[in-house]
C-alpha cells in the first residue's frame, strides 16, 4: 500500500513535471535497496508476529516516522583462536593456535538470532563474542582428547570443536564454515617428547619400511632378470625351434629338390630310353623291311621260283612217269602178247647192248666156252678173267640177267 502511495506520488510529480531537489531528497530517504551480501531490518511495525521485518535482496520503501531501517552484514569474519593453558586429558596443558571462518546466517530462523542479538553491534563486537565462545568450546574439546589425538589428527580435533561450538554459535544467529587447528603446543616438552618417539618410531618404521621396500626391490629385482632371463631362454628357445624347423624345411626343400632332380633324371632316362626303344623300334621296323626287301621277297620270290620248278620238274616227271607208264602198258599188253617166251625175249633186248659193250673189249677172243671161275683175292683185281668174271657177277647182280645161263640156253637152241 506504501509503495502504492509512493507511485502514485511519482506519477503525480511526473504528471506536474515539477520535480524539487527535496522531493528527490524524502525519495532517497524512503527508498532503501538491499545487497546481495546484506539483509534489511525494518523496526517499528509488527510482521508475522515478529516486531520487525526482514528484507533480503532487493528493495523496501521505509514508512516515514514509523519505521526504523538497520543493515546487517553478511561477509565472512576471519577470527584468530588462540587457548594457553587448556588442560587436555592426563593433565597435561597445551597451547593451540587456530582460525575460524564464520559469518551472520541469512536465513530463518538463524537470522531471527542474530537479529536478536547482534543487531546494532559492531562486527568488532561480534568476533569478540564469536572469539570467546570459540575459546571455551575448544577448551571443553581438549578436556575430551588426549594430548597424542589432538596432535596426531588435527582434522579430527577440528571437526568436533565445531560439533561441539556449533549448538551456542547457532544460538547468537551465527555460522561457523570452517575451524583450522594451526598448531598445537605445551610447555613441559610433552610433545615435543611424543613427537621424538613417534619420530624414533617414524624412523624406525622408515627404516623397516625402507629395508622392506630394498628386499622387495632386490626381490623384484631378481625376479625381472629371472623373467628377463626367462625371456631371453624362451627367445633363444623359440630362434632354436625356428632355425630348427628351417633347417628341416630347408631339408624338406632340398629332399624334394634332390627327390624331383632323381625324378627328372629318371624322368629323361626314361624317355631317353623310350626314345632309344622308338628309335630301336623304328630301326627293328626298317631292319624288318630291309629283311623283307632283301631277303625275305628273294627268299619269297626264289620260293615262289623254286615252287614253279618244282611244279614244272613235277609236271615233266608227271609226264614222263605218264609216258614211262604208258611206254609199260604198252610193254605189258606186248609181254601179255608174247606169252611165257616174254621175258626172255626182254632179256634179250636189254642183253643186246651189254653184250656189244661186252664183245667190244674182247674183239680177239673167241669164245668157245665159259668157264666160271671161282673167284680169289689174287685174282679178283687183276687180269682180263677177272674182269670178265666180275662184269658177270655184277650184271647178274643189278639186272638180274644171269650171262652163262643165258649163253648156255641160247646154245642149246
Known sequence: MIEAIVGIGVAVLATVGVVSVASVAIIRNLLYICEPNEVLVFSGRSEGGRPYRIVKGGRAVRTPLIEKVDRMDLTNMIIDVTVQGAYSKGGIPLTVQGVANLKIAGHQPLLDHAVER?????????MRIAKDVLEGNLRGVLSQLTPEQVNEDKLAFAEKLLEEAEQDLSRLGLVLDTMKIQNV???????????????????????IAEAKAKARAIIQDAKNRQRARTKEIEAAEAVSVAEAER??????????ALVAEQEGRVNAEIAKAEGAILAEEARVEQVRRRLEADVIEPARAEMEAGIAAAHGKAAKILEQGRATVTVLEEMITVWKQAGPDAREI???????PVLGSLIKTVDDVKIERVTMLPGTTASATGGTGA???????????????????????????
Open 118 to 126: 547482534l543487531l546494532n553491534k559492531s562486527r568488532e563486537e561480534i
Open 185 to 207: 603446543s605445551d610447555d613441559r616438552g610433552y610433545l615435543d617428547s611424543i613427537g621424538r618417539k613417534s619420530s624414533a618410531e617414524i624412523i624406525r618404521s622408515a627404516r
Open 247 to 256: 633347417r628341416i624345411i630347408d631339408a624338406q626343400t632340398r629332399a624334394h
Open 346 to 352: 626182254f632179256l634179250m633186248q636189254k642183253l643186246q
Open 387 to 413: 674182269k670178265s668174271a666180275r662184269l658177270v657177277e655184277e650184271l647178274k647182280a643189278s639186272v638180274g640177267v644171269d650171262v652163262p645161263a643165258l649163253l648156255q640156253q641160247l646154245t642149246q637152241r
